[in-house]
């Protein structure tokens, strides 16, 4: 199989964990026999200091033609302290999902029992969890016109959804449902909110089309509750923009760390994939970053991008038994004991090369 892949390492420690889910796409196509052929371009922050604009032209193009992209995170600690500033890091990836028809994220909440003890959650009830998280992508407020008042005073964001954007997103988390324990629940306010009544009304005559998925209707206040207090009541979850990203942000305490958590971003074409820590300008440069969402991105790459089920086994049973010999990084260790292995970034990704490299030698042997 030959694919053209972008890389996008964009701000903070993106560069540094986009270098080893690169590194693992590598090893993969040297031991599967695959061609992938890689390019880079910048966004966010990165962007903004070279071009003034937080997507160039010469990225959206090469994005374009790609056949996958792996990215890293986008943000910069200056933004958050000055809300007044107009070109954003975050425009470029709002600008991206939409020019790409990226209406689909794609988040699997995918719990290593390595890591029970990792999470504040009690082991007993994380154990056996397994959610798939489909949160829209092109709507709601994040998408909504924004208004500001002369006097600066009053603020509003038009929380707005088209019922086509409903429907194409419910149709893809049906198809995964299917494929899974057949259990959906959709999560909206539609006790309050006009939007999500139009989502709970599309929801449910989409429903209509897969008989042979059970369909719970949850409100965000109450979806937000039984995750933390029942996570395993849980399968595919479908929600719209803004309340899915407050509730997979609440779910990365089931993996034990946003460290450990990837994504998938798609559409009818070009896949986009990213581990969902954000850029972490604190730990920029000081070897702290987990560079483990980042190949299991490339494993998502693999698996929903190109098909490639295998591949993405082996790299999801590799981080597995480097979290079985004990080696973890500083995100996901007990500080207090010394049973672990604690390993910076480059540390992590070199000895998931290893042995991944060990696969390589097995395969050629056999």
Request: aromatic share 8%.
């Amino acid at each position: 199989m030959k694919k053209n892949i972008l890389v996008i390492p964009g701000d903070g420690i993106g560069p540094e964990v986009t270098t080893w889910g690169k590194a693992a796409l590598e090893k993969i196509a040297e031991i599967f026999g695959h061609e992938f052929v890689f390019d880079e371009a910048l966004m966010g922050h990165a962007a903004i200091e070279v071009t003034g604009e937080p997507l160039p032209d010469e990225t959206l193009e090469k994005a374009r033609k790609s056949d996958a992209i792996l990215f890293g995170a986008i943000g910069h600690a200056k933004y958050d302290n000055d809300p007044s500033l107009k070109v954003r890091p975050e425009q470029g990836l709002l600008k991206i999902r939409k020019e790409l028809g990226l209406f689909a994220n794609l988040r699997p909440i995918l719990l290593f029992d390595e890591l029970l003890e990792a999470s504040s959650i009690k082991a007993e009830i994380l154990r056996g969890t397994d959610i798939l998280f489909f949160r829209e992508l092109t709507g709601d407020v994040y998408f909504g016109e924004k208004n500001r008042s002369e006097d600066r005073n009053t603020a509003s964001d038009l929380m707005i959804y088209h019922r086509y954007e409903v429907e194409r997103i419910a149709h893809k988390a049906y198809q995964a449902a299917q494929q899974r324990s057949k259990r959906l629940c959709s999560v909206d306010k539609a006790n309050v909110l006009e939007s999500s009544r139009l989502w709970r009304e599309t929801v449910q005559e989409i429903a209509k089309q897969y008989p042979d998925v059970e369909t719970e209707h949850m409100f965000i206040d109450n979806a937000a509750m039984q995750l933390i207090k029942n996570p395993k009541k849980f399968d595919v979850v479908l929600t719209a923009n803004l309340f899915g990203d407050i509730l997979t942000d609440e779910a990365s305490q089931i993996a034990g760390s946003m460290g450990m958590l990837a994504s998938a971003s798609v559409g009818e074409s070009t896949g986009f994939f990213e581990p969902i820590h954000g850029s972490a300008h604190d730990i920029a440069g000081k070897d702290l970053a987990n560079p483990l969402a980042s190949i299991l991105s490339a494993a998502l790459m693999l698996e929903i991008g190109f098909g490639l089920k295998e591949e993405a086994k082996l790299l999801v049973d590799t981080i597995d038994q480097v979290l079985k010999e004990g080696f973890r990084t500083h995100d996901i260790a007990d500080q207090t004991t010394n049973r672990f292995k604690v390993l910076g970034t480059a540390e992590m990704g070199k000895l998931v090369m290893k042995f991944l490299s060990q696969k390589l030698t097995t395969t050629n042997q056999a």
